[in-house]
């Protein structure tokens, strides 16, 4: 791996960390403003919904242009969510605003890796982007979980107004989201870095009409390789569950282990460590010919995610959160890299991550309303979490009974 590979890791680091970061303060903010519960898959959904809004012409749009710029505008669009937040804006409209941006972001962070890199080491590229991913989400959460702890945030926020001027602070989620502007503006200047490479499988029109029909051929096309299918299908499923768990988990500890918002959030960091050590698990002994037989690995997942319900003691719930991570990272990252390795050879990198964005956000927006539905329903969060933990664990048995033995027969 040369240098220009590290800028971009740099780049994608310190954008996540602001990504995750964001969240934590953006939920804080709701309930500051004292909204009902439920509001906060709804925040999620607000986000995750202009993945699929903008599908079909996002992934043209990396395409269309060097991967660095793409990302350098896609952080612009995210700070100016920041901006909104801290203007007064309703939180949901302007958390959406950021998926705007991160919407535009994805097929360009993924994209280069194969423009940049040969598929020999693509297992080893996603292992590393998804280790700083999972670390940016780590660093995230205890970021965003400080900064709105009222011991820190207090005096915090006296140093900052009385010594910034023309920019009061008013309470800790206006701290914190403060502190991801920042970060934001430090990602973009790494962007401005990032190695140029040709521009590969540029879009044959502009015409959002062309770019729809495109992006449902495209759709279709990753649908029917059978190696494509299944990646999809996994991936798809994977971030979906990813999503609702880190909202699980919030609720969870709150119940389970009576943690203040501060801790659980740094709580879900846990599930990221374990993801880190998965990936790292995956990119030593899983080749990208032999990828699809980590599927079972996704089956034992969903069932672990059922222990968490006898659980009362933080150290067997970090322990158990690990394990669950760490399952997740061992089957998603051989997944990732099988996707964006037969994406790229069909019709391009942009435009396959934009597929794989709008599947894998649909599944998160479908998973999220399922979970505000139990919400609004007062389920309580064991019923929630035996729900969650079953759904996971027999769409992956559906998968791994139908695709189990494809990659025996289909091409890398």
């Known amino acids: 791996m040369n240098f220009g590979f590290y800028i971009i890791l740099a780049a994608q680091f310190l954008s996540a960390l602001a990504d995750n970061a964001l969240l934590f303060a953006a939920i804080a903010l709701l309930k500051e403003l004292q909204s009902p ?12 919904l202009s993945y699929i809004v903008l599908a079909p012409f996002v992934g043209a749009f990396a395409d269309s242009l060097p ?12 700070l100016t969510g920041c901006l909104a937040m801290l203007a007064g804006v309703n939180p949901l409209l302007a958390y959406g605003i950021a998926g705007f941006g991160a919407a535009a972001y994805s097929p360009a962070k993924y994209g280069i890796l194969t423009e940049y890199l040969p598929p020999s080491k693509l297992v080893i590229a996603n292992s590393w982007m998804e280790g ?16 709105v702890k009222p011991s820190i945030a207090i005096p915090m926020l006296e140093w900052w107004n009385s010594s910034v001027s023309g920019l009061h602070l008013n309470s800790a989620p206006e701290l914190a989201i403060s502190a991801v502007v920042l970060i934001y503006i430090l990602a973009a200047a790494f962007n401005l870095y990032i190695p ?3 521009i590969d499988h540029k879009p044959l029109s502009r015409s959002p009409s062309f770019l729809l029909k495109d992006f449902i051929h495209c759709f279709k096309l990753l649908w029917k390789d059978p190696l ?11 971030w979906g569950a990813g999503a609702t768990l880190r909202l699980i988990v919030l609720a969870w500890a709150a119940v389970a282990l009576n943690f203040e918002f501060d801790k659980a959030a740094q709580l879900t960091a846990w599930v990221a460590v374990g993801i880190a050590i998965g990936s790292v698990l995956a ?20 069932l672990a995610v059922l222990a968490m319900i006898p659980v009362s003691s933080p150290v067997v719930a970090t322990l158990l959160l690990i394990a669950i991570g760490a399952m997740g990272g061992f089957f998603v990252v051989p997944m990732n890299a099988l996707l964006q390795h037969r994406g790229h050879l069909l019709m391009g990198a942009g435009s396959s991550i934009a597929v794989q964005n709008f ?41 791994y009974k139908k695709h189990g033995h494809d990659q025996d027969n289909g091409r890398i």
């Open 132 to 147: 700083l991913t999972v670390a940016a989400i780590i660093l995230g959460a205890v970021v965003g979980g400080l900064l």
């Open 196 to 198: 140029r490479v040709p």
């Open 359 to 399: 599947n894998e956000n649909l599944s998160i927006l479908a998973m999220l309303s399922l979970y505000a539905v139990m919400e609004k329903l007062e389920f309580s969060i064991y019923a929630i979490t035996l729900v969650f933990g079953l759904l996971l664990s027999s769409i992956m048995t559906l998968l």
């Open 283 to 302: 990119a030593k002994f899983v080749k990208l010919e032999h990828s699809v037989k980590v599927l079972p690995v996704g089956i034992a997942m969903g």
């Open 67 to 78: 991967k660095g710029r793409v990302m350098f505008i896609s952080n612009g669009i995210k």
């Open 228 to 238: 494509g299918q299944v990646s999809l299908g996994v991936t798809t499923l994977f």
């Open 37 to 48: 519960t439920w509001h906060t898959p709804v925040l999620q959904e607000a986000f995750v």
